[in-house]
């Protein structure tokens, strides 16, 4: 009798140490998007509501459909959707000098999307501050086609405070 209760004993406390062990890795590796925290953002006190860590308007727009313009080759390739442009997307790291002299035309994007192919991509740096026109951006996203490291990114790009920066860092199938 008492070898049956230690063995459902110990089968719940399996069952339950499992569960937990799932949520850990669902909560901390969401949909395999990596955010990169901003020292400012460190500071400010967690009660904030501007320190949320909601993810929602950023899934929504770089998720789902919006007006969207794609860039490549330091040309703009294809233009989706009716309306002010709420998504930039970057087919390339070489078209950012094409963004930077019409950021006027985009200056109503909320997020950059930018592909990176290579690791040598990455050691070129983007500096975003100088997008001054660009009042609405709130994220950028780096969608790396190979395994990249969070210090890869931060040396990568360079924002304002208030820009939120994500990147994934899985090999496409």
């Known amino acids: 009798m008492k070898n049956k209760s230690t063995l ?3 089968t719940c406390l399996f069952v339950v140490f499992i569960y937990f062990l799932s949520i850990e890795s669902a909560v901390s590796q969401e949909k395999n998007i990596f955010e990169i925290s901003s020292k400012t953002e460190k500071q400010k006190k ?3 509501k501007k320190n949320s860590k909601s993810r929602t308007e950023f899934y929504n727009l770089a998720l789902n459909l919006g007006t969207a313009v794609y860039i490549e080759n330091n040309l703009e390739k294809n233009v989706y959707g009716k309306g ?3 998504k930039v997307t970057m087919i390339d790291t ?3 000098e094409f963004l930077k002299s019409n950021e006027n035309k985009y200056k109503s994007a909320k997020i950059i999307i930018v592909e ?8 070129k740096s983007f500096d975003l501050t100088a997008l001054t026109e660009m009042s609405h951006l709130k994220y950028v996203f ?8 969070k210090k890869d990114i931060e040396n990568f790009v360079k924002v304002n405070p208030s820009v939120r920066v994500f990147y994934n860092a899985e090999k496409p199938s």
């Open 8 to 10: 459902k004993f110990c």
């Open 46 to 48: 967690p009660n904030n």
């Open 84 to 86: 002010l442009i709420s």
């Open 94 to 96: 070489k078209s950012f």
């Open 116 to 123: 990176v192919n290579s690791i040598n991509e990455l050691k």
């Open 142 to 149: 780096i969608k790396c086609s190979f395994k990249c490291q």
